[in-house]
């Protein structure tokens, strides 16, 4: 009987190690707004600092306490919480307001609007976000540096097209260039 009770007790222990090696698949989210906000810099330069919204927790994955946790704890998984569960693959940026005669008032802008990227020497730039794929940038903080030769008075709209086919947006308060 005690062999048995052993064989169980080994079984259950190596099936647990089995079990905690495996990387836990983590923690997404998902977000159904976004919040724009829109802030004009001493030198001209634009920012549209964009925040999520109504952000909605899809998965999360809690470890068991059971005889393999200490091999979970040593274990080399990746770091995976808090990632988007849909990636954005496209944005767009538009104005209610004519700004410029190329672009005209709910024109994409994307053609204007920079980001700061990691250059191949490891330096962060300012640089157009078409020369870059979505996945190489940071689209939290973009930048419009060219100034509207039309309407001096713009309220922004930022969507962002996710992997999923949604598309989410938010709009920007007021700004008036002098």
Avoid at 131 to 138: A, C, G, Q, V
Wanted: hydrophobic share 40%; glycine share 4%; charged share 20%.
């Amino acid at each position: 009987m005690n062999k048995k009770i052993l064989i169980t007790v080994f079984f259950l222990f190596f099936l647990s190690l089995f079990n905690m090696c495996r990387c836990p698949p983590g923690r997404y989210f998902d977000f159904k707004s976004l919040n724009v906000e829109a802030i004009l810099r001493s030198d001209g330069i634009l920012l549209l600092r964009i925040n999520l919204a109504d952000i909605i927790y899809l998965t999360k994955n809690t470890p068991n306490a059971n005889f393999g946790g200490y091999v979970y704890a040593m274990s080399v998984c990746i770091d995976v919480y808090d990632r988007q569960k849909y990636s954005i693959v496209n944005i767009y940026v538009s104005s209610d307001s004519d700004f410029n005669d190329d672009y005209l008032a709910g024109h994409n802008l994307i053609d204007l609007v920079k980001v700061y990227v990691t250059n191949s020497n490891g330096q962060h730039v300012l640089d157009y976000l078409k020369n870059y794929s979505i996945d190489e940038i940071n689209p939290w903080f973009l930048f419009i540096e060219a100034k509207p030769t039309i309407s001096k008075q713009h309220t922004f709209t930022v969507k962002f097209e996710k992997s999923n086919g949604e598309v989410v947006s938010g709009v920007s308060q007021k700004v008036i260039w002098e």
